[in-house]
């Protein structure tokens, strides 16, 4: 971001700020091409913008899409707006639950990859993921999900986690939290990810559980209890993002003003940070359910074209790094 100085008619100067954007978007669906298309399972799309999303993203590419749902409400529902389902499998299922549950199934079997909320319930479909040897739990790790942003005023695409399921997670779930996002990192093409543990002090406060929380968390990445990553904490979000603010404040750390991903103490501070950025720095957010067997793209009916098939663009990515890196999926 640079400055410069603009003269006015009353002979004063204004100061103009010109700001390089970030094409976040652009470079997600960059990585996406070349790659295969991933079979998704649809859960329940009963709503024209849970229909249209999953067949737009198998229009770029990205999935081949399974809608699971009433066949009857779905066809006219594709007829009322204009939707082409040509060639789209449909599994005629009538309830939101038993949709969800199908979607994983053929998740969990190997028939497809990856699994896209239609218009249930995000509790019915996470309760189905997350259902004892039915679901797509992986042992011994808490599922989280994390908002990967395209911020304009930020050189990289910035990781936000968890503001969709975990409420108040303990310093157990914050280390699976923390986990999964690198690894979603890794998925995205970002080797030695900088993750910044944000609290609203940058000192250790007996107090503030989150300043406690962080230091902890940067002790297990030092004892190999979370790897992959390079980690810093407490950190405010000025000093997490900004060199300069970090400077003044005088830190010395390899991930402030330069973090891929930023731990919220909370789902309340992850959630509003994120929607801040949405309304407030006009930033686009994808998001994903990480920590189980296979991505989970999560989306809202408020989310527009761009933010869908950003979601399923890094599920995508996902996809194809499990089945690169061996990860046991089935």
């Known amino acids: 971001m640079s400055s410069e100085l603009t003269?006015?008619?009353?002979?004063?100067?204004?100061?103009?700020?010109i700001i390089?954007?970030?094409?976040?978007?652009?470079?997600?669906?960059?990585?996406?091409?070349?790659l295969d298309p991933i079979v998704t399972t649809v859960a329940y799309p009963c709503e024209a913008t849970a229909l249209e999303g999953p067949l737009d993203a198998a229009k770029e590419n990205l999935i081949v899409p399974i809608l699971i749902g009433p066949e009857k409400t779905i066809r006219e529902l594709a007829e009322q707006h204009g939707l082409d389902l040509t060639g789209v499998q449909i599994e005629d299922v009538e309830s939101a639950t038993e949709s969800a549950a199908r979607a994983v199934e053929l998740v969990r079997t190997g028939t497809a990859e990856a699994v896209m909320k239609g218009s249930l319930h995000t509790d019915i479909l996470i309760t189905a993921i997350v259902s004892g040897e039915k679901g797509l739990r992986m042992p011994?790790?808490?599922i989280s999900h994390a908002f990967v942003m395209d911020v304009p005023t930020y050189n990289r695409p910035l990781i936000i986690s968890d503001g969709a399921i975990n409420i108040a997670p303990d310093l157990k779930t914050k280390?699976?939290?923390?986990?999964?996002?690198?690894?979603?990192?890794?998925?995205?093409?970002?080797?030695?990810p900088k993750v910044a543990v944000l609290a609203a002090v940058e000192m250790v406060n007996p107090d503030m559980q989150a300043t406690l929380d962080a230091a902890a968390l940067c002790k297990m990445m030092d004892r190999k209890q979370i790897t992959g990553g390079i980690i810093d904490g407490p950190l405010a979000f000025d000093n997490a993002i900004s060199r300069e603010a970090a400077?003044?404040?005088?830190?010395?750390s390899p991930v402030a003003g330069d973090a891929d991903i930023l731990i919220a103490p909370d789902l309340e501070s992850g959630n509003m940070l994120v929607k801040q950025l949405i309304y407030l720095a006009q930033a686009d957010a994808a998001g994903i359910v990480l920590g189980a067997r296979a991505p989970v793209i999560l989306t809202s009916r408020a989310d527009g074209v761009r933010t869908r098939m950003a979601s399923c663009a890094v599920a995508v990515l996902k996809a194809h790094h499990h089945r690169t890196a061996k990860v046991e999926v089935h």
């Open 140 to 142: 011994g790790r808490r």
């Open 7 to 17: 003269p006015q008619t009353n002979g004063e100067s204004r100061i103009v700020q």
């Open 20 to 34: 390089d954007t970030f094409d976040g978007y652009g470079e997600l669906m960059n990585k996406t091409k070349g």
């Open 175 to 192: 280390r699976d939290i923390v986990q999964n996002a690198i690894e979603l990192a890794h998925a995205m093409g970002i080797e030695l």
């Open 247 to 252: 400077e003044t404040k005088k830190i010395d």
